[in-house]
């Protein structure tokens, strides 16, 4: 599994695939391929792969123990970039389209909204893990700082969620949202599970030395 995910074409792919969702929108943009609301379902759209990215960043660190695939490590920082990418075209395409770019009034509709608040906040959030994802930034950071500033996806997470229940509530449809919930729950939950599992074996007592040259012998 290492040896795949070492190999030199396995971060070209990644990144051709992360594109995929994008290029298909633009796609579609071109060819009439957007339905009825081509702008809602451009905004949908981004929105729900910007959640899918954070679930996928969320998911790397408990593949990577329970597969034993260290290698996966190294595709966090591009996973994490393209939630960036997606939330930024996700709230260009609702300035742009909801809102024709008038500052103002998306400044307005963000305090008037608190679904729109909620998403933002989480935005605002995002930029700086956005920007801090380079060595450089973890090196002036230190990895304590770093590691700190980046628990902030759990919080990410959750705004995002809440965003997307909030919209729903209006249609009284949360199926969705419900799955998203599930498996952001599932991940967490795993972390905590992980980090106790690793708490109890630092205090179980260690073996005497002659014990444990007698079990090695
Ligand atoms: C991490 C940040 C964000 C996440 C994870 C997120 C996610 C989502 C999701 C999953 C949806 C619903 C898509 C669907 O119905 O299938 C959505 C819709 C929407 N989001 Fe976001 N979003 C974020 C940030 C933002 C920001 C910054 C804005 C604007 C300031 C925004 C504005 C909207 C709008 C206008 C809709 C569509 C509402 C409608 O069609 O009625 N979101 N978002």
């Not at 679930?55 to 996966?72: D, E, G, H, Q, S």
């Not at 919209?167 to 949360?174: P, T």
């Amino acid at each position: 599994m290492n040896k795949l995910l070492m190999h030199p074409a396995a971060k070209p792919l990644v990144f051709v695939l992360s594109l995929l969702p994008f290029a298909w929108l633009v796609y579609g943009a071109f060819t009439d391929g957007l339905g009825a609301n081509p702008a809602e379902h451009l905004i949908r759209s981004t929105g729900d792969w910007t959640l899918r990215f954070i679930c996928i960043v969320l998911a790397v660190t408990p593949l990577r123990v329970i597969a034993k695939a260290n290698a996966l490590a190294r595709f966090r920082r591009m996973l994490g970039l393209f939630a960036y990418f997606y939330v930024v075209v996700h709230l260009l395409s609702y300035s742009l389209f909801d809102m024709g770019f008038d500052i103002p009034e998306i400044a307005k509709d963000i305090a008037k909204r608190p679904f729109i608040l909620v998403g933002f906040t989480a935005f605002v959030l995002l930029t700086p893990l956005a920007a801090t994802s380079f060595n450089r930034a973890i090196k002036a950071l230190g990895a304590k700082r770093w590691q700190a500033l980046h628990r902030l996806v759990y919080v990410i997470a959750g705004l995002g969620l809440l965003h997307f229940f909030w919209m729903r509530a209006g249609k009284n449809d949360f199926a969705e949202v419900f799955v998203y919930a599930a498996i952001v729950a599932v991940l967490l939950g795993w972390r905590v599970w992980n980090f106790a599992n690793k708490k109890r074996a630092q205090q179980q007592p260690r073996p005497a030395p002659v014990a444990r040259a007698q079990r090695s012998a």
